[in-house]
């Protein structure tokens, strides 16, 4: 019998909002495209997800950025993204990323 996971569905886990530009970042939760149930015995299932950021414009209510990582990301605050890291010695490192938006190109 074929059934469909709550899992799946996808579920917001982070708000922040810029005041200084109207700014609002969601980060969501969503199944990969690649997602399968996970083993019951791993008790992992960090791999079969992927995070989507969106960014509203609350003066215009539009979606003016959306991008999907890998599960390794996660929202800090409004514009800094974060994620734990392993470097080749192995040792553990927590990253930030400042993210800035960019115009896209002009293909004519």
């Known amino acids: ?15 922040a909002l810029s005041e200084s530009d109207s700014l609002l ?18 008790g992992d299932d960090d791999d079969y997800y992927d995070d989507i950021l969106e960014v509203i414009d609350l003066r215009t209510n539009r979606v003016i950025a959306s991008q999907r990582f890998d599960h390794s990301y996660h929202l800090v605050e ?26 896209a190109a002009d293909k004519g």
């Open 78 to 103: 409004a514009g800094v993204l974060g994620r734990v890291a392993i470097t080749a010695t192995g040792s553990v490192r927590y990253q930030t990323f400042r993210v800035q938006f960019e115009a």
């Open 1 to 15: 019998m074929e059934w469909a996971s709550p899992h799946t569905q996808p579920f917001i886990y982070a708000l």
């Open 25 to 42: 970042w969601v980060a969501a939760s969503v199944a990969d495209e690649e997602w399968r149930k996970a083993d019951l015995l791993s």
